[in-house]
């Protein structure tokens, strides 16, 4: 298959060409390097002045919307009736026929 001479000369060649060492400086790139990814910054060291800068401005926000409601929801009615104008509704009117009757079209209307 394989002439002994070629491989020989074969492993003579790579053995010329081996090295037995890296190159001068390559220590020290490799540590200026491994340095440089160290001194990266990451996500959090981005993100955490972001949310410093924001949070009071959200905390003023959520607070300001809580006295709100309450200030809102202090007359007796849930905020979310109030600002859909829904009239109120006791339970003694919910279940009244005059209003069921009333809600309930006539036989003969939308045709």
Aim: proline content about 8%; charged content about 15%; aromatic content about 8%.
């Amino acid at each position: 298959m394989t002439d002994p001479d070629d491989v020989v000369r074969m492993s003579r060649v790579l053995r010329a060409a081996r090295t037995d060492r890296f190159a001068t400086g390559f220590a020290s790139r490799v540590v200026r390097a491994a340095y440089a990814d160290a001194e990266a910054p990451s996500l959090a060291h981005l993100l955490v002045p972001q949310f410093l800068r924001l949070a009071p401005a959200a905390l003023a926000l959520i607070v300001g919307l809580f006295v709100y409601n309450v200030w809102v929801a202090g007359g007796g009615r849930p905020t979310l009736d109030e600002a859909l104008g829904v009239p109120p509704v006791s339970i003694a009117e919910a279940y009244s026929m005059s209003n069921v009757l009333q809600a309930v079209p006539p036989q003969g209307a939308g045709r």
